[in-house]
């Protein structure tokens, strides 16, 4: 399918992102979470799957921020509140594609530094998948 993203400028809220979306062939299209791009914009990334869960996510990027730009950081680095998304993507029985957007990590990284970096995303990608299990089996 073809992911329709929320985005910083013209898909910027759930409004604008459930109008297109109601435009288009669920046979065809699918919802793709930014939850990045939703905080920087002032929502919870949250309500964006609670809202689409159901009917049109299939896909959540997964990256950290300040709230002020889009840093692509490794959860945990930034203000996102992982808990709510978690147990919103567990309460909708999210089962997509989650897909990290944490390139920046890597940015001037030596090369040496490079697999241990990826060992520690992965760690902390496969801690969000045991909360998100564990949510889900309650």
């Not at 919802?31 to 929502?43: N, T, W």
């Amino acid at each position: 399918k073809i992911a329709v993203e929320n985005l910083q400028s013209s898909l910027n809220s759930i409004e604008k992102c459930r109008k297109i979306l109601s435009l288009l062939d669920g046979n065809y299209f699918c919802f793709c979470l930014d939850v990045g791009h939703a905080f920087i914009k002032g929502f919870n990334p949250e309500d964006y799957v609670y809202e689409f869960g159901k009917d049109f996510l299939e896909c959540v990027h997964i990256q950290d921020t300040d709230g002020e730009s889009d840093r692509h950081w490794i959860p945990y680095f930034g203000k996102l509140d992982w808990d709510k998304i978690i147990a919103s993507l567990a309460e909708n029985n999210f089962k997509g594609t989650i897909n990290f957007e944490v390139f920046r990590c890597f940015a001037n990284l030596p090369e040496e530094l490079f697999l241990p970096q990826l060992k520690y995303v992965q760690s902390v990608g496969g801690f969000l998948i045991k909360e998100f299990e564990t949510r889900q089996e309650k």
